[in-house]
């Protein structure tokens, strides 16, 4: 079946710093790839989207680029704040023809100011 | 426009105990899941409704938990007899299906179970 593995957390960085948090799947077929988002108590919220290779899903600064050839979808912002503090989790469609996601485990990003 | 509603927001119960967990989803949406995520983990799909249609329940241990969504609205999400394992935060959500419709989803702040 589909499966997501993301970089293990915490991830530490100053503010203003470059953000990179990787995430790779196994998947049939041609999944569509996600990034959501849990902000300290809140519910999980999508960040952005692609739907097919190559396309790049943007949000808040935030980019991601689906990646075929190294089944890859890593998050990254060229310069972070402290309200980016939150637990980042990658998914992708289950597939199969199967609706709903699969998740990673989350990576827990903390900022300093 | 009012999001998904769960309740309640924290519960305390002792092992061999039953729970029971609420979700409102958002109005309109035809897809409801209940996934439970353990510390540390990503959320895992419990069951999924399609209205009131079972669609996929094949990861919900059914020797203990139970759901339902009657009239295709709310839902309750129910774990009898609890065991340690459970322990986790249960996170309801609903997006507006089907297929690629169901690929935002729309959670709600979750209830976290401590099972003692």
């Known amino acids: 079946g589909n499966s997501v593995t993301q970089m293990e957390g915490p991830v530490t960085l100053s503010e203003e710093a470059f953000l990179t948090i990787n995430c790779t799947y196994t998947?049939?077929?041609?999944?569509?790839l996600f990034w959501y988002v849990q902000y300290p108590g809140e519910g999980l919220q999508l960040l952005l989207k692609?739907?097919?290779?190559?396309d790049k899903g943007s949000n808040k600064g935030f980019e991601a680029t689906y990646r075929k050839e190294t089944t890859s979808f890593h998050l990254e912002k060229g310069s972070v704040q402290v309200s980016d503090s939150a637990v980042y989790f990658c998914a992708l469609s289950r597939g199969g023809g199967a609706d709903g996601l699969t998740f990673g485990k989350g990576t827990h990003l903390i900022i300093q100011p | 426009e009012a999001g998904v509603a769960q309740s309640p927001r924290y519960k305390i119960i002792e092992k061999r105990q039953s729970v029971a967990f609420w979700c409102n989803p958002i109005s309109g949406h035809a897809t409801l899941y209940w996934y439970q995520q353990i510390l540390g983990q990503g959320p895992k799909l419990l069951i999924q409704?399609?209205?009131?249609?079972?669609?996929?329940d094949s990861q919900l241990p059914k020797d203990r938990f139970s759901a339902e969504r009657l009239k295709g609205v709310d839902s309750t999400l129910k774990i009898q007899p609890a065991k340690l394992e459970d322990s986790a935060v249960y996170l309801c959500?609903?997006?507006?299906?089907?297929?690629?419709?169901?690929?935002?989803?729309?959670f709600g702040s979750g209830t976290q179970l401590s099972v003692l």
């Open positions: 959500a609903s997006s507006l299906g089907p297929g690629r419709n169901n690929e935002k989803l729309f």
């Open positions: 692609a739907t097919k290779a190559d």
């Open positions: 998947a049939t077929g041609y999944p569509s």
């Open positions: 409704f399609q209205n009131n249609g079972v669609v996929d």
